[in-house]
């Protein structure tokens, strides 16, 4: 099973993002999509998560500026990202997480705020 991870780059202080991860279908339609990120020589952690649902959940340092969405027509599961500051550089993962805890993981996809 692949999650195909993109649109990471480069970007300044204030600058914007939108992250997207595609997924097969028969996993997208019976998953939690989440996104994570780990920045270098810190832990992975969880940036937000949508339920199949809608609901959302957002770690605490991106509320307000990360926007997590689901387009079920497409698999696909996107991270709008605003306000970025250089703390926000990290890989960012793709994640599902079905109800029987069945996980997979995207590639990663590399975002640097920097001026």
């Known amino acids: 099973v692949q999650l195909q991870a993109s649109g990471g780059g480069l970007v300044q202080p204030g600058g914007s993002l939108r992250l997207s991860c595609a997924a097969p279908g028969s996993i997208f339609s019976r998953s939690v999509m989440g996104w994570f990120r780990q920045a270098p020589g810190k832990q992975r952690e969880l940036v937000a998560a949508?339920?199949?649902?809608?609901?959302?959940n957002y770690a605490d340092s991106v509320k307000g500026r990360f926007t997590i969405s689901r387009d079920n027509a497409k698999n696909t599961v996107y991270l709008q990202m605003d306000s970025l500051v250089p703390e926000d550089t990290a890989v960012y993962y793709c994640?599902?997480?079905?109800?029987?805890?069945?996980?997979?993981w995207g590639q990663g996809t590399l975002v640097t705020v920097s001026s």
């Open positions: 994640n599902s997480r079905d109800s029987s805890m069945t996980v997979y």
């Open positions: 949508a339920s199949r649902g809608g609901s959302t």
